[in-house]
């Protein structure tokens, strides 16, 4: 018997749902992207941002159910992103799923954001694509997390180490800022490196021997005074050889420590998610090694998306997870 699970997706600026069958066959997904919105403001706005998700979610999931040829009479259960991410984003999609649970009488199961990125791995790419196997390092790179985890089972996780200051595409957006580039800056940064010199400019990698965290701090603050100096000295921005030389830091650190991790806890498989996971420099310096598979979601379930969330949400749900209607938000949420 096959699960059907329908999902939503609201921890930040994305109002999502999607159909998943057993975890790894997406029928239908749906994105409501408020993007072009807080571009405007630099960043993501929490109170625009909830009430675009009021806004969006009932045509998101009708969209949605119609692209699945499905009722939600058909579903075995709702799932739901309880956290981490924005209070008032998230509890407009876990009262939406509470009430489609009701409606249906289907069961509501609230999940971890962070663990739908890393299943996002999961979702099949074509028919007979094999889904991941243990034991994995995965490197999830968002917005808001960078964390090095092993994975030895389903939902069985490890977290080796995380970023002590800025996340990995909180930098990138940081940077981009600096640089004048729009927001997300993960995107913007990619594209105007495509043109550049990532040799331009020697800025720091944080190494942090000894430890799997990460640091990106140091690296944002070499780039805010390099641009200091050039505008000082009255000269134009070199933005391209800016953005490639950041971008290469970023990614050999990134790289470079999850390799090592792959190497001392001998995996199998290195899985790499989250929004930063979709720039191109790093899905290729992880890839160029021979060592280890490597499992990275297509460009589309990297970034905030609600297939994820129902990937993840099959697995709990065979592992009997059934969670009570009046379960609340949890926007501070670690994996482990
Ligand atoms: O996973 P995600 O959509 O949302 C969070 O859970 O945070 O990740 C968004 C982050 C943003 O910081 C964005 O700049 C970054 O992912 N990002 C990228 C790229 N696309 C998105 N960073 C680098 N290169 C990209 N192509
Ligand atoms: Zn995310």
Request: glycine share 8%; net charge neutral; proline share 7%.
């Amino acid at each position: 018997m096959s699960t059907r699970i329908l999902a939503l997706e609201s921890s930040c600026d994305e109002t999502a749902c999607a159909v998943v069958i057993d975890g790894r066959r997406l029928l239908a997904s749906s994105v409501a992207s408020q993007m072009e919105i807080h571009a405007r403001y630099g960043g993501v706005f929490p109170e625009v941002a909830s009430r675009q998700h009021v806004l969006s979610l009932v045509p998101v999931v009708r969209q949605t159910l119609q692209k699945a040829r499905l009722s939600l009479d058909e579903m075995d259960a709702i799932a739901v992103t309880r956290g981490p991410g924005l209070a008032g984003s998230l509890v407009v999609g876990l009262n939406a799923a509470k009430g489609l649970a009701l409606a249906s009488s289907k069961p509501l199961l609230g999940i971890n954001h962070l663990e739908g990125h890393l299943y996002s791995a999961w979702i099949a790419a074509f028919p007979a694509d094999p889904p991941p196997y243990f034991p994995l390092i995965a490197l999830l790179v968002s917005g808001g997390h960078t964390e090095l985890i092993l994975m030895t089972d389903h939902l069985t996780y490890c977290r080796l180490g995380g970023t002590r200051d800025d996340a990995a595409g909180e930098a990138f957006d940081k940077v981009a800022r600096l640089l004048g580039l729009p927001y997300p800056g993960g995107p913007a940064i990619e594209q105007a490196a495509a043109g550049g010199d990532p040799q331009a400019f020697a800025l720091p990698r944080a190494w942090l021997k000894g430890s799997w965290d990460f640091s990106f701090s140091g690296l944002k603050t070499a780039v805010l005074r390099l641009v200091r100096q050039l505008e000082k000295e009255g000269k134009p921005l070199p933005v391209a050889d800016l953005a490639a030389s950041f971008q290469a830091a970023v990614v050999e650190v990134l790289v470079g420590k999850t390799l090592q991790a792959a190497r001392q806890f001998q995996v199998r498989q290195i899985l790499v998610a989250g929004g930063v996971s979709a720039n191109q420099a790093l899905r290729a310096a992880i890839r160029a090694q021979d060592d280890f598979p490597v499992r990275i979601p297509p460009l589309g379930l990297c970034t905030d998306n609600a297939a994820m969330i129902a990937a993840a949400a099959h697995f709990r749900y065979l592992s009997g997870q059934r969670d009570p209607l009046d379960i609340e938000i949890r926007p501070s949420w670690p994996l482990t």
